[in-house]
């Protein structure tokens, strides 16, 4: 069946989900379903461009939103109106339904913060992060002098009162930085090593940086967030 309803299974009455595919194209990557799970968004990637894609889980029916030679990891604002997607040379802003993307050029990555409030992100080289309110559109930045790095990834917690910042040093030294709303430093993790995937995960109790590795030859952890 293709209902995508939970079943019981006979041995051990445990509930069993059911997969329902939605798309068929095979060139669809970058998943990412919406807070009330009604949609979901992905990058359709063709030989000359990226498209992103919303799909309508209700109905079933998808809807191209951006169109461009190079997107890729939409996420979504808690209120399911808009999309942050990744392009060659900026961060971008879409509307659900589509429309003019909002671009926020130089900024390598970015990440809602404050319940979708804000966006945080960092240019190639970290020295900096720029807050931008999204209601009314004042930015400002956050001196982060100690970490003049290139930058991996940004995170925020739900109340956007931490920020993490996966930064590297070369191919050597990666280094997963968290942050008040300030500023401030609160912890560091540090990985020496071939890393080629770092990520970063905030709880909204007890904050922690996490960093993970393909290949690993050590690493230490500076101090507790």
């Not at 004042?138 to 931490?162: F, H, K, N, Q, Y």
């Not at 609160?186 to 071939?194: K, R, W």
């Amino acid at each position: 069946s293709s209902s995508g309803t939970p079943v019981a299974t006979p041995a051990t009455g445990a509930r069993k989900p059911r997969h329902r595919r939605v798309t068929y194209s095979g060139c669809d990557f970058d998943p990412a379903i919406s807070r009330d799970g009604k949609f979901l968004a992905f990058v359709r990637r063709g030989h000359e461009e990226s498209v992103l894609m919303v799909h309508d889980r209700a109905s079933g029916s998808a809807i191209p939103v951006y169109r461009g030679p190079y997107c890729h990891s939409p996420a979504w604002a808690p209120d399911g109106s808009e999309l942050l997607a990744l392009v060659r040379d900026a961060v971008i802003v879409v509307p659900r339904l589509g429309g003019v993307p909002r671009r926020l050029p130089n900024l390598r990555r970015a990440a809602w913060s404050s319940g979708g409030t804000r966006i945080v992100g960092g240019r190639a080289t970290v020295s900096q992060l720029t807050v931008i309110d999204r209601r009314a559109g004042d930015t400002s930045t956050l001196d982060l002098g100690a970490v003049p790095m290139i930058l991996l990834d940004v995170a925020c917690s739900a109340e956007g009162d931490r920020i993490a910042v996966a930064s590297c040093e070369g191919e050597i030294r990666h280094v997963v930085t968290v942050l008040d709303a300030h500023g401030t430093v609160l912890g560091t993790s540090t990985s020496i090593g071939t890393s080629t995937n770092i990520s970063t995960r905030i709880g909204t109790g007890t904050t922690a940086p996490i960093a993970t590795r393909s290949a690993r030859k050590g690493s230490k952890g500076d101090k507790p967030a």
